[in-house]
């Protein structure tokens, strides 16, 4: 029973170098999300018995994607792979089990497959598994090596390889399992002798086959999954196959996109059935759409944005932190920031809400069944009664409350009832 067990050990340490960047590696965010976060993810599903993730480069930044409660161990040194492994089993001292290792940057991996990998692990009481894959263009990976009858005798680092080794097609994607005791055992044998001066995690496999300890590995299909992000190229690479994967994912859910491959979507994006989205949409994080909208083209939808059911947004819009009520028509060109628009308003082309003073950012209330025309610039803070109406070209100045049902136009826009 105990061997069933699962502890996950998070590899979130490293500085990403090659990124050429301040933000540590692992937060770039992937289709508006950090790259750690897709790990998370997968950790949850597993419901393992513990979860340690290792953290280094800055930590304190990195500590604010993880969950509350999330055990931590701080690399304070990046001394290598095997290094990291070993400071997170400094915390697992009771447990035994399965030691499932995952890279925080290798957000494309599945849950299915890590299951899959899991199973075989357990199914055939091995000392190690390891997800491998077939490439045809390896470099960047670690190479599995065999001996002569096939069983993997260990892995070898490309900085490492030999031109003969560089040949090799079959690659370590990172994503391993272990019996936790074999591994603390052989972690003691690890040695930085090679061209990184590092201690590699994967020289474990090789002590394992002198050791005579079982090893297998388990073939990934889907090469994408491993996916290891090194550099920005790696970044556009992965968020281009997140990007279709979400689309794919909301299309099953009933919503058009007429041309996905230019429709930019964020990860989390809540929108309802019947919703047609046009080409070059780009709708950023913590955005929730209604059913029977109309989105696009050339829409840009910000963080905070709430479009009620049957709302229209047509093209050259950007809108921020705002909730748009049912029906509510924005068909052309317009800035919309800061704002409670109603239900079935009419926002004329090129309406913009100025909702920045330099200093702060103010609300913009348009009442229900309002009617803004064209070119209106509602100076924030500013409230439109119901069914109230501005005149094309009106600059509504801050400040103002425009009665309910009253008309007003001009610049500065005054009711027309005292013209
Ligand atoms: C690693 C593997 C390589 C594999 C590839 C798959 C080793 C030695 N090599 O190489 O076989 O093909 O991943 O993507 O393991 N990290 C730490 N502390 C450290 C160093 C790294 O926590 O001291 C973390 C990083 O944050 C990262 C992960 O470990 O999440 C992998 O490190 P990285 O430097 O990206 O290794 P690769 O060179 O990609
Ligand atoms: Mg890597």
């Given amino acids: 029973m105990k061997k069933n067990k699962i502890a996950v050990i998070i590899l979130a340490a490293g500085k990403g170098k090659r990124m ?19 790990a998370l993810d997968l950790v949850k599903g597993l419901r393992p018995a513990k979860v340690v993730a290792v953290l280094g480069h800055k930590y304190n930044e990195v500590k604010q994607e993880l969950p509350d409660g999330m055990e931590i161990v701080i690399q304070k040194q990046l001394k290598g792979t095997a290094d990291a492994v070993k400071l997170a089993l400094a915390r697992l001292k009771k447990f035994h089990g399965t030691a499932l290792i995952l890279y925080a940057d ?12 899991l199973k075989h692990h357990r199914d055939n009481a091995l000392a190690a598994t390891l997800l491998t894959a077939g490439v045809t263009k390896p470099s960047g990976y670690g190479r599995i090596l065999r001996d002569g009858y096939s069983c993997i005798s260990g892995i070898v680092e490309e900085k490492d390889a030999s031109d003969y080794q560089k040949e090799i097609k079959e690659i370590n994607t990172g994503i391993v399992c272990f019996d936790k005791d074999l591994l603390s055992e052989a972690l003691k044998f690890v040695r930085p002798d090679n061209r990184k001066k ?7 496999i090789n002590i394992f086959y002198r050791k005579n300890q079982l090893m297998e590995n388990v073939n990934l299909d889907e090469v994408d999954e491993a996916l290891g992000i090194n550099s920005r190229l790696d970044l556009a690479k992965a968020n281009a196959i997140m990007q279709a994967r979400i689309n794919a994912r909301i299309m099953e859910q009933g919503i058009t996109l007429v041309h996905p491959a230019s429709t930019f979507i964020s990860y989390g994006t809540k929108i309802g059935t019947d919703s047609v989205i046009y080409p070059f949409t780009v709708i950023e994080r913590d955005v929730k759409i209604g059913k029977h909208c109309s989105i696009g083209p050339f829409a840009h939808l910000r963080e905070g944005t709430r479009l009620g059911d049957g709302v229209i947004v047509g093209n050259f819009l950007e809108i921020v932190r705002s909730n748009i009520g049912p029906k509510a028509l924005l068909k052309h060109f317009s800035y919309i920031g800061d704002s409670k628009i109603g239900r079935q308003v009419n926002i004329g082309a090129g309406t913009v809400t100025a909702n920045f003073d330099g200093k702060n950012k103010n609300l ?14 509602l100076v924030a803070p500013v409230k439109i009664g119901k069914a109230a109406k ?4 009106s600059v509504v100045v801050k400040n103002t409350l425009v009665p309910a049902g009253s008309v007003v136009a001009g610049v500065p826009a005054k009711s027309l009832k005292h013209k």
Avoid: W
């Avoid at 050429?20 to 897709?38: A, D, E, N, W």
């Avoid at 290798?106 to 899959?116: G, K, M, Q, S």
């Fill in 198 to 204: 590092e201690y590699y995690l994967t020289d474990v």
């Fill in 106 to 117: 290798t957000p494309l991996l599945t849950e299915a497959t890590v299951n899959r990998l």
């Fill in 20 to 38: 050429k960047s301040q933000t540590p590696k692992v937060l770039h965010p992937l289709c508006g999300r950090p790259m750690i976060g897709y």
């Fill in 364 to 377: 913009t209330v348009v009442g229900d069944n309002a009617f803004i025309g064209s070119d209106t610039v």
């Fill in 390 to 393: 501005t005149g094309a070209g």
